[in-house]
């Protein structure tokens, strides 16, 4: 009961910490949308693709805060920098984020085939601990920052921007092979990260232990969300 008048008290803050400017979304992910619609949270989504797979280091695991920020990153500026990017959105605070999975100090991104995708399955049934690694980057696509450089006399202006990473850690009990199959039909893990569903009914059960927030590890936490809506509020 604790927990769940926590959760509301942030949900309900969020809520209104944002009213003045509604979000619009730069992803076209599932889980963030219900999360989002969950939450109550009024919404718009516009997104421009990246080549995400060409970008970045995903040698080892310690790599993948700085990979998750930088793509989020990107994703904000390719949508600034659309010329299909409506006017009417102008003022708006856009939500860009970005998430991977890390497991034996492995990076795992969305499946490329049904043998990644088995692969990753059988690595979570083998009893291995993972992490969700998310990223969420506001941007105020109004007020922009007038800097400078010492090597230029020239100034440049920039949205002002916040961002924070996120990480949830997962524990699970091996999962039938049965189930493994089933998932790999209803075809959601190609468009998720490392193919983990923690939301998923057939995966539930399965999780013996999880440290950090739910939301978190489907893609968007909110308390982080929270904190850096008000971190870019406070900056006005």
Not at 83 to 105: E, H, I, M
Request: charged content about 20%.
């Amino acid at each position: 009961m604790e927990i769940l008048l926590i959760c509301l008290l942030i949900m309900c803050s969020l809520v209104s910490s944002i009213s003045r400017s509604p979000l619009l979304l730069g992803s076209g992910s599932a889980s963030r949308k219900l999360i989002l619609k969950t939450a109550g949270i009024d919404f718009d989504v516009f997104k421009v693709d990246i080549d995400e797979r060409a970008i970045g280091d995903r040698s080892n695991a310690s790599k993948a805060q700085d990979l998750v920020l930088l793509l989020a990153n990107l994703k904000a500026d390719a949508i600034l920098a659309s010329p299909s990017f409506p006017p009417t959105y102008r003022g708006r605070v856009l939500l860009t984020a970005d998430q991977v999975v890390v497991c034996n100090d492995a990076i795992l991104e969305k499946p490329n085939d049904e043998t990644e995708a088995r692969h990753f399955l059988a690595m979570y049934s083998a009893g291995h601990a993972f992490s969700t690694v998310g990223s969420i980057v506001l941007t105020d696509t109004t007020t922009t920052t007038t800097t400078s450089s010492s090597s230029s006399s020239s100034a440049c202006k920039i949205n002002r921007r916040v961002q924070g990473v996120s990480t949830t850690n997962i524990y699970f009990d091996p999962i039938p092979l049965a189930v493994q199959e089933q998932l790999l039909a209803q075809g959601e893990v190609y468009h998720c990260a490392g193919g983990l569903m923690v939301e998923s009914p057939l995966v539930k059960p399965y999780i013996r232990k999880m440290e950090g927030e739910e939301d978190s590890a489907m893609g968007l936490s909110l308390s982080l969300l929270h904190r850096l809506m008000r971190e870019l509020n406070a900056t006005d």
